[in-house]
């Protein structure tokens, strides 16, 4: 199911613009299952177009009777009367306009705020599967670009739709009931206006779904970058990064011009015909005149109807491209909420009572490719309060080992328990509030301290992150900033140092109070003086708490109680530390190995 899914968003805007399917039509029925809570308004707004759009289509009625009746007869009182006639229809069509206007922009507006939330909802529910395998931009694109394309459809461009169509047929009625003759001519030209349409129209969604996908790379590009600045800065790869940019949105531009090419096709061609058609409707209806047919007021009230007509067709060639571009941003939203998360809660899902904290790894697999196996047969068992080191070279499986802890992948075989409870029959909120996690490069918000600190319980008290700060060695050093806990971090934390962020992440898992702990080496990039201060916070963290530490550094561990030595996937080695440097294995290995490398160190730098 998952690599099925591999790359959905950019296939499913890649495929060729057809017309409208099951697919699409399911698709156009889902948005409009948006617009249903708010039919009231949407009722009410529809009434109001209809009655302002119908006193619009009286004025040529109104012109006509003012051309017989008033120039023909000189009639200064009827002039009178149907001047203020018109003051009357201008006033009361202004009325239902705003109403018209502002409802059917309330339920746009609301319709995408609503689906805005709900993607933003079904992207947390997510596993890190999903995120693992696309880029950060292009799902940012997803949420902007795409949502802004349908806003536009069901906002703006709803609201013109349904203007335009009411002065087509209303107009097309009062044409045929002034002279069906002549309105019989002019709308023999209607089907090649149409194919016309049609033809351009998927051209442009092609063009418009092209354009999406390259800000879409753009966009993915742009974060990484703004993520990776300080990499960037180090090798000086500024005009480099300049460049690539550049190409992207080159690129961008090169797709937005073929579609404004299109789009700058489209419109004058469906105008000339409009106007050809004014044209014609000029010459037969003089003719009318000169026959008797029509009345001289009738040929001016029927020349302003053919243009309340060519008005609407020339707009629906636009509003077809606009349409056609929303089809595709339609289709890429759904496709991103129809994509299932792979780690969730079973139906017969029950919380996880307060633990102990006695975690058991019994004969677990785990591939994050079917052919790429990462873990193999790990049996494993840590008690409560128990420290365990997880060891071995680089890509031996370490991480993905406690990641399985908290659920944020699935077992491909065994199973992991904690106090003897199958972690896949227990919902993840009550299983992942009872695990705490301190990373290696710890993840601030762009808030106060205090807030991130908060984040560990969100009912916390000051005097709660207070005391989760004075744990963690935090106190003293917040304490000296200008604005104290109030002091915003920055993006990403850029504010503080590494020993400052990471002893903030302490503060927040300690206010958290979990009873299983997770640590990945979290002093390893630290300076002599944070290092100390952190490791005594760690150590405060650590007590009475079954703690997994992914030790880089073998010299943090040695007071473990028990050393996890893995290679390959595999559990090669297991015991304490000393147990585990009498023997002749890896450990051993790896052990004399840092050893020796901190010896060299200490020579080259005295």
């Known amino acids: 199911m998952y690599r099925s899914r591999r790359h959905s968003f950019l296939d499913a805007a890649n495929q060729e613009p057809v017309p409208l399917t099951r697919d699409r039509l399911t698709g156009l029925r889902r948005v409009l299952g948006y617009v249903r809570p708010y039919t009231g308004r949407l009722v009410l707004a529809a009434i ?97 670009n795409d949502v802004t394309a349908l806003q536009s459809a069901v906002t703006e ?62 966009s993915a590009m742009l974060e990484e970058t703004t993520a990776g600045i300080r990499i960037v800065k180090s090798f000086a790869r500024e005009p480099y990064e300049a460049d690539r940019f550049n190409q992207k949105i080159e690129a961008t531009f090169q797709a937005a011009m073929h579609r404004a090419k299109i789009s700058a ?154 106090d003897g409870v199958d972690i896949r029959q227990v919902t993840l909120s009550s299983l992942r509030e009872q695990i705490g996690i301190v990373p290696q490069e710890p993840v601030l918000f762009s808030d106060t301290i205090a807030e991130n600190i908060r984040y560990g319980r969100l009912d916390a008290s000051p005097a709660d992150i207070e005391a989760a700060a004075r744990a963690a060695n935090a106190h003293e050093f917040i304490v000296r900033l200008p604005q104290g806990y109030a002091t915003p971090v920055g993006e990403r934390g850029i504010k503080l140092s590494g020993g400052q962020r990471q002893r903030v992440a302490i503060a927040r898992a300690i206010l958290k109070n979990p009873r299983i702990l997770i640590l990945d080496e979290a002093t390893s990039s630290l300076d002599s003086e944070s290092e100390a201060l952190v490791q005594e916070a760690l150590e405060r963290l650590m007590r009475q708490r079954t703690t997994f530490v992914i030790a880089h550094r073998l010299s943090t561990i040695t007071n473990a109680d028990w050393i996890v030595v893995l290679d390959s996937g595999r559990i090669v080695e297991q015991g304490t530390h000393t147990d585990l440097l009498a023997r002749d294995g890896l450990y051993r290995r790896l052990h004399e190995m840092q050893f020796q490398f901190g010896l060299e160190v200490g020579r080259l730098v005295h």
Do not use: C
């Open 48 to 144: 109001s177009l209809v009655f302002g759009t119908v006193l619009g289509l009286a004025l040529p009625l109104v012109i006509r009777s003012v051309v017989d009746g008033v120039f023909v007869a000189r009639d200064l009182t009827l002039l009178n009367r149907l001047a203020l006639l018109l003051l009357v229809i201008f006033l009361v069509q202004a009325v239902f306009s705003f109403i018209n206007r502002y409802y059917l922009a309330y339920v746009g507006e609301r319709v995408v705020a609503d689906l805005r939330q709900q993607l933003y909802r079904h992207l947390l529910r997510l596993s890190l599967r999903f995120f693992a395998d696309r880029r950060v931009g292009e799902i940012v694109s997803r949420l902007t």
């Open 265 to 418: 096709t489209l419109a004058p061609i469906i105008g000339f015909m409009a106007f050809m058609s004014l044209t014609v409707t000029l010459w037969f209806g003089g003719y009318e005149v000169i026959q008797g047919h029509l009345s001289p007021g009738g040929l001016v009230a029927y020349l302003i109807y053919t243009m309340l007509v060519a008005g609407p067709i020339a707009t629906f060639s636009g509003l077809y491209g606009q349409f056609q571009a929303a089809l595709g941003a339609t289709e890429r939203i759904f496709d991103l909420l129809d994509t299932p998360p792979d780690i969730a809660d079973p139906p017969d899902a029950r919380p996880l009572p307060p633990i102990v904290g006695e975690v058991r790894f019994e004969q677990v697999s785990f591939e994050y490719e079917t052919t790429l196996p990462v873990l193999r047969d790990i049996t494993l068992t840590a008690h409560p309060g128990q420290v365990v080191a997880l060891v071995g070279p680089s890509g031996a499986g370490k991480t993905t080992l406690v990641n399985l802890i908290p659920r944020f992948y699935d077992v491909s075989a065994g199973r992991i328990t904690i």
């Open 157 to 218: 461009n709803l609201v013109s739709l349904l203007r335009q169509s009411l002065n087509l047929v209303g107009g097309v009625f009062f044409l045929f009931w002034l002279d069906w003759r002549l309105t019989s001519l002019i709308l023999l030209g209607i089907p090649l206006v149409t194919l016309t349409m049609v033809f351009l129209g998927r051209k442009i969604r092609r063009a418009a779904t092209a354009v999406q996908d390259r800000l879409a790379e753009a």
